[in-house]
């Protein structure tokens, strides 16, 4: 079964300090991993996507996402959170077209 | 360019009543999804168009949940009876095609609570 695993419900830190989401991907193959992002209120928005090539992928509003194949990790990463950035975070993994969701992760930044 | 439209935003009804959710997706995009979301968990999709063919709906609880996407475009859900599990957000998504580019745009989504 293709899925992936979000260890954390919640990561708080504070605003100005790095900032990492953790996911776990369980796929055979070539994963297709992606991140998305669910503000209070607003639909769920795309941030970036790993398929090929680069291990560190560069997402909207300055987030990344390293890819460790030998880890099965796709951790989401910002340097410097922003109290904007609070909001629900899923990782996802792709396979024959269907779109499989994390549970999700709460990231709540304070001032 | 306009987004995936839903409505209606929230919707309280009872238990053993029908609801309807609409959606018209960006236009052009091909293939449009509905996903279905508990709080505390992630989406999980109910089913999937191709145009107006059914891909996936291997997941839609079929003896009360169904869904059209007449003429390829707009989309209805629809839920009868309904029970009180169903309280959650249903998520409408459209895509330009189906695809591993994973990239979805998806509405605000409609609210349903059951009681």
């Known amino acids: 079964a293709q899925s992936v695993a979000q260890p954390e419900d919640q990561v708080n830190v504070a605003e100005g300090n790095p900032l990492t989401v953790k996911c776990t991907y369980s796929?055979?193959?070539?994963?297709?991993l992606f991140w998305y992002v669910q503000y209070p209120n607003r639909g769920l928005q795309f941030l970036l996507k790993?398929?090929?090539?680069?291990?560190l992928v560069k997402g909207s509003y300055g987030f990344e996402a390293e890819f460790n194949k030998s880890q099965t990790s796709f951790h989401l990463k910002k340097p410097s959170a922003l109290v904007s950035d609070s909001a629900l975070y899923f990782c996802?993994?792709?396979?024959?077209?269907?779109?499989?969701f994390g549970a999700g992760t709460t990231v709540t930044v304070r001032a | 360019e306009a987004g995936v439209a839903q409505s209606p935003r929230y919707k309280i009804i009872e238990k053993r009543q029908s609801v309807a959710f609409w959606c018209n997706p960006i236009?052009?995009?091909?293939?449009l999804y509905w996903y279905q979301q508990i709080l505390g968990q992630g989406p999980k999709l109910l089913i999937q168009?191709?145009?107006?063919?059914?891909?996936?709906d291997s997941q839609l609880p079929k003896d009360r949940f169904s869904a059209e996407r007449l003429k390829g475009v707009d989309s209805t859900l629809k839920i009868q009876p309904a029970k009180l599990e169903d309280s959650a957000v249903y998520l409408c998504?459209?895509?330009?095609?189906?695809?591993?580019?994973?990239?979805?745009?998806f509405g605000e989504g409609s609210r349903l609570t059951v009681l």
């Open positions: 796929v055979s193959g070539n994963p297709y």
């Open positions: 168009f191709q145009n107006n063919g059914v891909v996936d």
């Open positions: 790993y398929i090929t090539g680069d291990n």
């Open positions: 236009s052009g995009h091909a293939t």
């Open positions: 998504a459209s895509s330009p095609r189906a695809g591993e580019s994973g990239e979805l745009f």
């Open positions: 996802v993994s792709v396979n024959d077209y269907k779109l499989s």
